[in-house]
């Protein structure tokens, strides 16, 4: 075997076993690398609108990213400390209502529900969530320490892909053989297309999510609706996840506060508890609607892949790796079926993209000397 085959086969087993022991470093790297990723096309469109270099592009565009991420929220929740406190006491208050009226039997009709088993877990619940834990306290001072400290990995690492992104991708083709280099420089092209119509399709997915969740708390009266919606929308960003976390803040809103125009029952907690079946009830009717009909026609077009597939994909993914693993196995399964048929292609004598790859993932055409000269932040855009 020649010396560069075993060296690259040594070289592959040790990064493999670099990244399960040092598991916890490689997934926050991933997520630096995938921040860099949502907000790399704000450089390219600053690039595209001014005559700024791509590090004044990539400073102005992060530190507003970390503006609006941190320092907006920051800046609010001293205005909104009161309203949290009361929000915290609601909640209180709702489980201790709550407990209360299922510790009886509740009768509907000619119908007699025994609940009180529930009625005394919610008093338990209650007990331990405002017991002291002073026992627990140095594990989460720990605790806290080293996830300000990867927070502080992730923003420093994020900056850094975005500024250095070019020279690491000039590098990363450069491994490759020089009989190779044109094949490498294609293949990124088309997993960068990969990956952009994964985004662009989310976006499209998040906007169409927040407007029609807004539309229906808003129908039911739910106070906040616009927010709410908003959230669901913003959620979407984790498949399938997020738009459940979202319909639960909704659903506790209907448990605490009812609505502002439906009135089913004269006792206000069995009104709100009405409320908040009938906003479970519709959440389970758009969600699967958006799971069933509206994700096919944006995300499954855009990357041409089956719904079914990506939906049990997206589950797998959420119970082995959680939210981070939802989020990035729809591109990856993507990425890795591009890089596959570029393979089989090879193996096969084949030219190594074909037409038949999709017009989608193929790397746009050379420019010309005189576009080069015309647009020359372009060079740098392509880098993204």
């Given at each position: 075997?020649?010396?560069?085959?075993?060296?690259?086969?040594?070289?592959?087993?040790?990064?493999?076993?670099?990244?399960?022991?040092?598991?916890?470093?490689?997934?926050?790297?991933?997520?630096?690398?995938?921040?860099?990723?949502?907000?790399?096309?704000?450089?390219?469109?600053?690039?595209?609108?001014?005559?700024?270099?791509?590090?004044?592009?990539?400073?102005?565009?992060?530190?507003?990213?970390?503006?609006?991420?941190?320092?907006?929220?920051?800046?609010?929740?001293?205005?909104?400390?009161?309203?949290?406190?009361?929000?915290?006491?609601?909640?209180?208050?709702?489980?201790?209502?709550?407990?209360?009226?299922?510790?009886?039997?509740?009768?509907?009709?000619g119908f007699?529900?025994?609940?009180?088993?529930?009625?005394?877990?919610?008093?338990?619940?209650?007990?331990?969530?405002?017991?002291?834990?002073?026992?627990?306290?140095?594990?989460?001072?720990?605790?806290?320490?080293?996830?300000?400290?990867?927070?502080?990995?992730?923003?420093?690492?994020?900056?850094?892909?975005?500024?250095?992104?070019?020279?690491?991708r000039a590098?990363?083709?450069?491994?490759?053989?020089?009989?190779?280099?044109?094949?490498?420089?294609?293949?990124?092209?088309?997993?960068?297309?990969?990956?952009?119509?994964?985004?662009?399709?989310?976006?499209?997915?998040?906007?169409?999510?927040?407007?029609?969740?807004?539309?229906?708390?808003?129908?039911?009266?739910?106070?906040?609706?616009?927010?709410?919606?908003?959230?669901?929308?913003?959620?979407?960003?984790?498949?399938?996840?997020?738009?459940?976390?979202?319909?639960?803040?909704?659903?506790?809103?209907?448990?605490?506060?009812?609505?502002?125009?439906?009135?089913?029952?004269?006792?206000?907690?069995?009104?709100?508890?009405?409320?908040?079946?009938?906003?479970?009830?519709?959440?389970?009717?758009?969600?699967?609607?958006?799971?069933?009909?509206?994700?096919?026609?944006?995300?499954?077009?855009?990357?041409?892949?089956?719904?079914?597939?990506?939906?049990?994909?997206?589950?797998?993914?959420?119970?082995?790796?959680?939210?981070?693993?939802?989020?990035?196995?729809?591109?990856?399964?993507?990425?890795?079926?591009?890089?596959f048929e570029?393979?089989?292609?090879?193996?096969?004598?084949?030219?190594?993209?074909?037409?038949?790859?999709?017009?989608?993932?193929?790397?746009?055409?050379?420019?010309?000397?005189?576009?080069?000269?015309?647009?020359?932040?372009?060079?740098?855009?392509?880098?993204?």
């Open positions: 075997m020649p010396f560069r085959y075993t060296m690259g086969i040594i070289i592959f087993i040790s990064v493999v076993v670099f990244m399960i022991y040092a598991g916890e470093a490689v997934k926050m790297f991933v997520i630096a690398a995938f921040a860099a990723y949502l907000i790399s096309p704000a450089v390219v469109f600053l690039m595209d609108r001014t005559r700024l270099s791509r590090t004044a592009a990539v400073n102005i565009v992060y530190f507003t990213a970390l503006i609006v991420l941190v320092g907006i929220p920051a800046a609010l929740t001293p205005i909104f400390f009161d309203e949290i406190k009361l929000v915290g006491e609601d909640i209180l208050d709702l489980t201790a209502t709550l407990s209360r009226f299922l510790s009886e039997p509740i009768q509907l009709g007699v529900l025994h609940l009180e088993q529930l009625g005394e877990s919610l008093a338990h619940f209650q007990e331990d969530a405002l017991s002291p834990l002073p026992s627990e306290a140095l594990e989460l001072l720990e605790a806290t320490s080293i996830n300000i400290l990867w927070l502080l990995i992730i923003l420093v690492s994020v900056h850094s892909i975005m500024s250095e992104w070019p020279r690491m590098w990363l083709i450069q491994l490759a053989p020089a009989e190779y280099q044109d094949d490498m420089q294609e293949l990124y092209a088309r997993l960068r297309n990969v990956w952009m119509a994964y985004l662009r399709g989310q976006i499209v997915l998040m906007v169409v999510v927040g407007v029609v969740f807004t539309i229906a708390w808003a129908a039911i009266g739910i106070p906040g609706a616009l927010v709410l919606g908003v959230l669901a929308g913003f959620f979407t960003l984790i498949p399938d996840v997020g738009p459940t976390v979202a319909a639960g803040l909704a659903i506790g809103v209907a448990l605490l506060e009812g609505s502002t125009w439906i009135r089913l029952s004269d006792d206000p907690v069995i009104n709100n508890l009405l409320v908040g079946l009938i906003a479970f009830v519709l959440y389970v009717i758009l969600i699967n609607a958006k799971n069933f009909f509206v994700r096919p026609i944006i995300i499954g077009r855009s990357l041409h892949m089956n719904e079914a597939l990506i939906f049990v994909a997206i589950l797998t993914a959420t119970i082995l790796w959680g939210i981070l693993g939802a989020l990035l196995m729809v591109p990856v399964m993507a990425s890795v079926a591009v890089v570029y393979l089989r292609r090879r193996v096969l004598g084949l030219p190594p993209f074909g037409d038949d790859g999709g017009e989608q993932f193929k790397a746009p055409p050379e420019k010309t000397q005189a576009d080069v000269e015309a647009h020359p932040n372009d060079e740098e855009k392509i880098d993204q």
